[in-house]
């Protein structure tokens, strides 16, 4: 399996518009876990899911940030309106199950200007 | 969620161990204490986990305290490769309700030639 694959790895826009990071999980896993990376906060959990289901999404920022799961394999974070605040690595990552550890993917790097 | 409190940052020398210490004094009687690192540029990835035992496996060896408020992440001989940001995490146990990796700010390990 080629790992959690996530897309694009790197995003440049400008302030105000829309976002998508894409995220494609290890197949078979059913647990999903979108996590944003800044020096000043460090690794937080935004939102995860469990067979496609968002179960708890008490880390997403505000109403700007959504994300979705239509499949078992496909997840999206999107952002709209952007701001400069959101600038960070957002990470993906999936699980197997819950006694197993979570895989991590490469990071998507958002600058918005 | 309990909480976990690392050392900044630790130096060790090429080939001699590493004891990188994690303080839990809040972890609950079903908690289990997972290790993960970042290497520079990429997504965290898994180290080890356990519950009260002492844990190894082909990266590292776990050792928990016997009252279970303080761990040990054990690398038996340090390599420039192991250079890097190592978490020390809480996870709610495998039947609770939720499955969150809430993650600290780590310790950066830096391996001197």
């Known amino acids: 399996d080629a790992g959690v694959i996530q897309s694009p790895r790197h995003e440049v826009t400008e302030m105000g518009q829309e976002v998508t990071l894409r995220c494609k999980p290890i197949?078979?896993?059913?647990?999903l876990f979108w996590y944003r990376q800044t020096m000043m906060r460090g690794l937080e959990l935004l939102i995860y899911f469990n067979n496609n289901v968002p179960i708890d999404d008490s880390g997403m920022p505000e109403d700007r940030f959504s994300a979705k799961m239509p499949n078992a394999s496909f997840s999206t974070l999107k952002i709209q309106p952007s701001e400069p605040r959101d600038s960070a690595v957002y990470f993906c990552a999936s699980s197997a199950g819950r006694n197993t550890e979570a895989f991590f993917g490469q990071g998507t790097r958002l600058t918005v200007v | 969620d309990a909480k976990t409190t690392q050392p900044n940052s630790m130096e060790s020398n090429e080939e001699e161990p590493v004891h990188l210490p994690c303080n839990h004094s809040t972890i609950s009687g079903t908690d289990y204490i997972h290790w993960y690192r970042q290497l520079p540029s990429q997504g965290p990835e898994y180290v080890i986990h356990?519950?009260?035992s002492n844990v190894n496996n082909r990266m590292a060896s776990l050792a928990i305290a016997e009252d279970r408020k303080s761990s040990t992440l054990i690398l038996h001989r340090a390599t420039l490769r192991d250079a890097a940001v190592y978490y020390c995490?809480?996870?709610?146990?495998?039947?609770?309700?939720?499955?969150?990796?809430?993650f600290g700010t780590g310790t950066r390990l830096k391996v001197l030639a």
């Open positions: 197949s078979g896993h059913d647990y």
């Open positions: 356990g519950l009260t």
């Open positions: 995490i809480l996870r709610d146990p495998p039947h609770s309700g939720t499955y969150k990796y809430i």
